[in-house]
């Protein structure tokens, strides 16, 4: 079956699902599309969370700063990348890294 919105194969036919996933079969091919339709709604809640992270961490700062503060806590920073070490390994480190980099000097 066709689908909607794809770009032709390279014969000109419409991309079906088949080609989209690089499944072998339909059936494969109906578990990987309902797999990514739910990649895609964890994704859109994760990009919702890290938003509101760094709204969060605006507020500590601000006030950090408003009280005569540094705008960032090294010893903090520590924890927090400890924390998704812990839990994710040296790629939790990186994904940390990144999120503490989003977070800082926004205000």
């Avoid at 938003?51 to 006030?63: L, T």
């Avoid at 790629?91 to 503490?100: H, I, V």
Wanted: proline letters at 5%.
């Amino acid at each position: 079956m066709p689908l909607r919105g794809t770009p032709p194969t390279r014969s000109g036919a419409p991309m079906t699902a088949l080609d989209v996933t690089g499944a072998r079969t339909s059936e494969a091919a109906d578990v990987i599309s309902g797999a990514r339709e739910r990649i895609d709604a964890l994704d859109d809640r994760i990009i919702g969370l890290i938003q509101e992270r760094m709204a969060v961490s605006a507020v500590i700062q601000e006030a950090r700063i408003t009280s005569g503060g540094r705008r960032v806590n090294l010893s903090r920073e520590m924890e927090v990348l400890g924390h998704y070490s812990d839990a994710l390994g040296r790629p939790g480190t990186a994904l940390a890294m990144t999120l503490l980099e989003l977070c800082r000097g926004r205000i």
